[in-house]
């Protein structure tokens, strides 16, 4: 198994600048959940899922976008990009409570 | 806003020795949990407890919880230097709470060879 998997590994964006990250799972987790990691904060949580066709918002959801139309993809749509949203973005998917993660995609947005 | 806060926010020790990290939170809890980081990396879990437990042990770690205080323990025993890494605790609120986690800011753990 892949586990989590996410695309781009890194990306580089121009302010205004639209783009989707990529996240897929193949372990047929029901719940899926996009977070963002920024020096000493944490993780804060974005958007989740908890199935197919079910999203909805975490703690810092705003200038984001999800949809999940499979149980495997949950990708993260960035409407219009800003400095704020330079970060390192993961991806992460469940069973039950322990959360697979995957390895990342670092965003800088000038 | 954070549910978690950790202390302390840096630890350097030598190999052999234990480490020992808390976590403090807000809000009553369905579980907590502790995840490691390593530099660049996604997170891993190590280790779930529930709020109607008090201790749990795997391995080289043990957990505490203490519900009344709101706070967690972690305790690495007899350190290594692969050991270093970040480590966050994160929690679950009651109910159906899967796929939302809400961590704190993270212990660096430095173990020196």
């Known amino acids: 198994n892949a586990g989590v998997t996410q695309t781009p590994k890194f990306q580089v964006l121009k302010t205004g600048q639209s783009m989707t990250l990529q996240c897929a799972q193949d372990?047929?987790?029901?719940?899926m959940s996009w977070y963002r990691q920024d020096p000493g904060m944490g993780l804060r949580l974005i958007h989740y899922?908890?199935?197919?066709?079910?999203?909805d918002q975490g703690e810092v959801p705003n200038g984001y976008n999800v949809s999940r139309s499979t149980t495997e993809d949950f990708p993260l749509r960035l409407l219009s990009a800003a400095p704020s949203q330079t970060s390192v973005y993961f991806c992460?998917?469940?069973?039950?409570?322990?959360?697979?993660f995957g390895p990342g995609t670092r965003l800088t947005v000038l | 806003s954070q549910q978690g806060e950790e202390d302390p926010q840096a630890l350097s020790i030598q190999e052999g020795e234990n480490a020992t990290m808390n976590c403090s939170y807000k809000?009553?809890?369905?579980?907590l949990q502790w995840y490691r980081q390593n530099s660049g990396r996604g997170l891993v879990h190590l280790i779930l407890?529930?709020?109607?437990?008090r201790e749990k042990h795997s391995g080289r770690l043990r957990v505490t919880l203490d519900t009344s205080k709101k706070s967690s323990s972690l305790l690495i025993t007899a350190s290594r230097a692969a050991d270093t890494a970040s480590y966050f605790c994160?929690?679950?609120?009651?109910?159906?709470?899967?796929?939302?986690?809400?961590f704190g800011q993270g212990t660096i753990l430095t173990v020196h060879p």
């Open positions: 407890i529930r709020s109607n437990e």
């Open positions: 994160a929690t679950a609120a009651g109910g159906t709470s899967y796929g939302k986690l809400t």
């Open positions: 992460a998917s469940s069973r039950e409570d322990e959360q697979f």
């Open positions: 372990m047929n987790h029901e719940y």
């Open positions: 899922s908890v199935g197919a066709g079910i999203t």
């Open positions: 809000t009553s809890i369905n579980n």
